[in-house]
């Protein structure tokens, strides 16, 4: 079996910032994405930024300059650098990752348990 796990979400200030982290773990052969989503009360969950095999990062719109997003193959490990937080940021982050597990047979879709990120003064 595969678990993600995040960790660093919390309660910060309009403009500050906060780091979290995705940690997979179990049978894992290969990573080929991970991934941070978030969802907001009311709202539809949307892609935040993804590193897929490669390297090759995409961003979305809404946080880039803001949110960076890094990834530690050798720790299965993927980051998430939020700075000059908004308001509007504040949601439920969920990390995601395709993997294919030693078992073989074709990639699947995980989802981490999610960790609350809230912006207010």
């Known amino acids: 079996q595969v678990q993600l796990v995040e960790s660093g979400g919390g309660l910060v200030q309009p403009g500050g910032s906060l780091r979290l982290s995705c940690a997979a773990s179990g049978s894992i052969a290969s990573i080929y994405s991970m991934g941070w989503y978030r969802q907001a009360p009311g709202k539809q969950r949307e892609l935040v930024a993804v590193i897929i095999s490669g390297g090759i990062t995409r961003v979305a719109d809404s946080v880039k300059g803001r949110f960076t997003s890094t990834r530690d193959n050798a720790k299965n490990t993927m980051y998430l650098q939020m700075n000059s937080l908004k308001p509007e940021d504040t949601a439920v982050y969920y990390c995601?990752?395709?993997?294919?597990?030693?078992?073989?047979?074709?990639?699947?879709?995980?989802w981490g348990q999610g960790t609350q990120v809230t912006v207010s003064a």
């Open positions: 995601n990752a395709l993997i294919r597990t030693a078992q073989g047979g074709p990639p699947n879709n995980y």
